[in-house]
């Protein structure tokens, strides 16, 4: 969220957000008429030309300290230590985000995006355990074309895997797009290629996208899975094209 005032600021866009965030947010350089308060409890449906946007109740994750401080101790033994301007600079972007500890079960929000034609996108930029709330809307709706969802910060792949499988088996995606896997200074990247092999174990059918940073994907929702399966019984295709 640390990007979040000034991206605002300088698009106009609406900034939304759980009361842990937009607190900080509004301590911050933005239009207070752009922020928006959510708790994602049920019964808050943004609405924008063209879709839809559902705020849920998420959790934040939850890696075992005992595997996360082996890790990061293991890293400090030989990772180059930052600059001054560096460490100032880090200073900076967390002094504009929040630590505080509702985030976990309070600040975390999932997004359920849907298209008017239909197509449903999950965002989901932290890789906790799944919510009552989640599975309620879930059993609502169904199903989703996209899951763009965050990978466990576990680092061991037995862990991240099991909570891949979680998501997986709770959205219903046809495509799962991991997120938020990428490693912080000197850190280390929650590999993809294991989650990707158990959710093809459990679903052959799934499509696994990973691209590279600023690196689009793109898909034709007139034309995507789910209808061909509810339609015309044609063989199954996504339009899955760099830009």
Request: charged share 25%; hydrophobic share 35%; aromatic share 6%.
């Amino acid at each position: 969220m640390s990007d979040a005032a000034s991206v605002g600021a300088r698009t106009g866009a609406l900034v939304v957000g759980a009361p842990v965030t937009t607190e900080k947010l509004l301590t911050q350089k933005i239009d207070p008429k752009q922020v928006r308060t959510v708790t994602g409890r049920g019964g808050e449906v943004l609405k924008f030309p063209g879709f839809t946007v559902e705020p849920i109740l998420g959790r934040h994750g939850e890696p075992p300290k005992d595997v996360t401080e082996a890790f990061e101790n293991a890293l400090k033994s030989f990772a180059r230590a930052p600059t001054p301007e560096q460490t100032a600079e880090r200073a900076a972007i967390r002094a504009r985000g929040t630590s505080d500890p509702r985030v976990v079960a309070e600040g975390t929000i999932a997004y359920l995006i849907t298209l008017d034609n239909g197509f449903r996108i999950m965002y989901r930029d932290s890789g906790g355990r799944v919510t009552n709330y989640e599975k309620a809307a879930m059993e609502r709706v169904g199903r989703v074309d996209v899951a763009l969802v965050a990978v466990s910060a576990s680092f061991l792949n037995t862990l991240t895997v099991e909570q891949a499988l979680e998501h997986m088996r709770t959205y219903k995606p046809d495509v799962y797009i991991p997120a938020h896997h990428d490693a912080d200074f000197n850190g280390l990247w929650r590999a993809t290629e294991p989650l990707f092999q158990a959710l093809k174990d459990e679903n052959p059918n799934i499509i696994t996208v990973s691209r590279g940073y600023r690196e689009p994907v793109c898909f034709d929702t007139e034309n995507n899975i789910g209808h061909k399966r509810a339609g015309s019984g044609q063989s199954e295709v996504v339009r899955d094209m760099m830009m």
